[in-house]
């Protein structure tokens, strides 16, 4: 698939500069594009790379027309925000799902199960009683459904995925390789002697529309009634999300976040890498928690916080900054005590 510089500047709404007919093939970083590629340029520090990039086209910010180099074989397109236009331009160039409908014949499909005629089902495929399966979804390969899993229609489901029991996912999701999607929740009493006595887990996932969840993650089953991913809900990799959370829409959280049962998550929260969040504890919408933080109670109002236990970030990092000054400090309070100890002995 390739397409003009002209092409792209129609696709994207940019104003295009130089040639229109150089043909682009593929996209890559601006440090490491080559003739035949576009990229694009949105952070200054990166402007070092106009001299010496190979791209065929880049995208950048309205107002610098008069600063680019001109080169003969390529061309620019300003527009106010170049990464999101370079995003789109992304999505041209990326592969379709899968091309037609297919089922392989290695799939174990149960008889109650009610399958849309277009969807893709890989190789090795179990997918379990009464299992509803929509329009235009695609399972890859060694996709496990227990009984009672629901996909929505144009979900993709990538190899090595487990669905228990019951779980529900909505439309246009991609579940990552290796989830798994409603095991049972952490859920033990114990009893006086120290042992465990394990609590059944009758609930189940229910995960909205247009949700991204990364590869290895886990999302545990509720103990009753459902542990909720909300529509827009952005999941890295290797995450925890224990029994009956729910997350809010369009919450992002980067990878090896914990989050334990029970917590609720408000919508547009953004968590970075490697949080805690303790179970039974909401937070606000619009929060960012910064990476290695944790998350010890509630978070009432939107904002930025750092640290464990986490806290508005101005504060943290003024705390920061003051305990890099305690060696310091603690030094000069030797120092001054033993000159007061020297004074004192001269007094007597």
């Given amino acids: 698939m390739s397409y003009t510089t002209a092409d792209i500047a129609r696709i994207i709404g940019g104003k295009l500069i130089g040639r229109g007919d150089l043909n682009i093939h593929s996209a890559n970083r601006i440090e490491f594009a080559k003739e035949g590629e576009i990229t694009f340029l949105s952070n200054h520090r990166y402007a070092k790379y106009l001299f010496s990039t190979k791209a065929a086209c880049l995208l950048v910010p309205q107002g ?40 392989a014949s290695s799939a174990r499909i149960a008889p109650s199960a009610k399958i849309a005629e277009d969807t893709f089902i890989g190789e090795n495929c179990v997918i379990g009683e009464n299992c509803v399966i929509g329009s235009g979804v695609v399972l890859k ?13 144009g979900t993709l489901i990538h190899a090595n995925v487990t669905c228990c029991d019951g779980t529900k996912i ?60 909300e529509d827009g809900v952005r999941l890295d990799n290797l995450i925890h999300i224990a029994h009956n959370v729910s997350i809010g829409k369009h919450t992002a959280m980067a990878a090896q976040v914990g989050i334990s049962g029970s917590a609720v998550i408000g919508a547009r929260n953004r968590i970075g890498g490697q949080v805690g969040i303790v179970g039974h504890i909401a937070t606000a919408d619009d929060v960012t928690v910064l990476a290695k933080s944790g ?32 060696p310091q400090l ?17 007094a007597e």
């Fill in 141 to 153: 390969a060694n996709i496990v459904l227990y009984n009672n899993v629901q996909v929505g229609e």
């Fill in 170 to 229: 909505g439309r246009n999701t991609i579940i990552h390789p290796g989830a798994v999607i409603g095991a049972d929740g952490f859920g033990n009493l114990e009893n006086l002697d120290g042992s465990w006595e394990k609590i059944p887990q009758l609930g189940n996932v229910v995960i909205g529309d247009n949700v991204e969840i990364g590869a290895n993650t886990t999302i545990d089953r509720a103990t009753l009634g459902s542990t909720v991913i």
């Fill in 295 to 326: 998350v010890a109670k509630e978070i009432p109002h939107g904002g930025k916080y750092f640290g464990s236990p986490a806290m508005e970030a101005g504060i943290a990092f003024r705390r920061e900054a003051a305990l890099k000054q305690l």
């Fill in 330 to 346: 603690l030094k000069d309070f030797h120092a001054v005590k033993k000159q007061v100890e020297e004074l004192l002995k001269e």
């Fill in 64 to 103: 610098m027309e008069e600063q680019l180099p001109a080169f003969e074989n390529r061309a620019y397109i300003a527009i106010a925000e170049p990464y999101r236009a370079f995003v789109k331009v992304l999505k041209e160039f990326s592969p379709p799902n899968f091309s037609k409908p297919f089922k």
